[in-house]
């Protein structure tokens, strides 16, 4: 499985992105998929997670209200819709395949990484 993570950019504080994370060398996913993003000389950190039918979604405090995941089946899929972005937003971001079907916020769950995409706020 190979997970191609793409959307990334310079933003102003305030403005949105759309993370997208698309998924090859499968047939099929009946995985939860979650994203996690590092900022510079931070952890990574959870940012969100969705099922595999799409029907939950976890989402860490700091993005909740602001961020949405969300997955297009036919496509094998995942976007992150970022809005109202601030500079504590700026890292690295990263999608994930979870091992199970679930959602789930630890980052030992998930066994397929993407490469990252950046995404920098400035203020």
């Known amino acids: 499985v190979q997970l191609q993570a793409f959307g990334g950019g310079l933003v102003q504080a305030g403005g949105s992105l759309r993370l997208s994370c698309a998924a090859s060398g499968r047939t099929s996913s009946n995985n939860g998929m979650g994203w996690f993003r590092r900022a510079p000389g931070k952890e990574r950190e959870f940012v969100a997670s969705i099922s595999w039918s799409g029907a939950r979604t976890t989402y860490s405090d700091s993005v909740k209200g602001r961020f949405t995941i969300s997955r297009d089946r036919t496509k094998d899929t995942v976007y992150l819709q970022m809005s109202s972005l601030s500079p504590e937003d700026t890292a690295v971001y990263y999608c994930?395949?979870?091992?199970?079907?679930?959602?789930?916020?630890?980052?030992?769950?998930?066994?397929?990484w993407g490469q990252g995409t950046q995404v920098t706020v400035s203020s």
């Open positions: 994930a395949e979870s091992r199970t079907s679930y959602t789930s916020p630890h980052y030992s769950q998930y066994h397929y």
